[in-house]
């Protein structure tokens, strides 16, 4: 039952910083962090196993990534308008950025960052600029896979300093962020609690 409590004691702080220097570099409040919690929806409840054992692809399928066709994307292509109109619509704050045609092959990632610091910051007109020119490129994406450990996640989103990460394997089949690792930490914590309260009741024989 200790599992969970190890893990935050170990890396919570590192996920801390992530969090606190997100919000104060990238317009990201406690209010819009919170907005994302509570408007979805979903069912994120995870079985409780402890943090060290569980992986990506869980989350993927909690998420309904796992899913084929589930992966929000845009093209290099596209204006940056329509992804950000993209993004708003599906109430998300990243897109993954695939080459034209129907292979539809890696090409990076946009998100909330690149549009404020890109577009709004240098007063740029998001209709006449495509998501080539502010994506961050395949050579500089950060990445998982769905057998990553969601601990080493935490510790790419902390050490790394973003909070999208696309998952690949061989192909893109979703995207987690830190709001997703913060959900299940929380979720996990919430159950471990539980749990003891059980054992001091004496629920447990």
Not at 103 to 118: F, N, P, Q, S
Not at 122 to 134: A, F, G, L, M, N
């Amino acid at each position: 039952m200790q599992g969970v409590a190890k893990a935050i004691r170990i890396h919570g702080s590192r996920l801390k910083q992530a969090v606190l220097q997100h919000m104060s570099t990238d317009n990201l409040s406690l209010a819009n962090l919170m907005i994302r919690f509570q408007t979805d929806t979903r069912n994120t409840t995870l079985a409780h196993k402890g943090l060290e054992n569980i992986t990506v692809a869980e989350i993927l399928k909690i998420k309904g990534e796992h899913e084929a066709g589930s992966v929000y994307w845009c093209t290099t292509s596209d204006t940056v308008y329509d992804a950000v109109q993209h993004m708003t619509e599906q109430n998300v704050g990243a897109l993954v950025v695939v080459k034209p045609g129907d292979d539809k092959l890696v090409a990076g990632i946009i998100t909330e960052r690149d549009y404020l610091k890109k577009i709004v910051v240098q007063e740029r007109s998001s209709k006449d600029t495509r998501v080539r020119e502010i994506m961050t490129d395949e050579n500089k994406l950060v990445t998982v896979n769905s057998d990553t450990k969601i601990l080493q996640a935490m510790e790419l989103i902390a050490d790394k300093h973003i909070r999208h990460v696309p998952v690949i394997d061989k192909r893109v089949v979703g995207m987690i962020s830190i709001v997703d690792v913060v959900k299940v930490i929380v979720d996990q914590q919430h159950q471990e609690v539980k749990r003891l309260n059980e054992f001091i009741r004496g629920d447990y024989y």
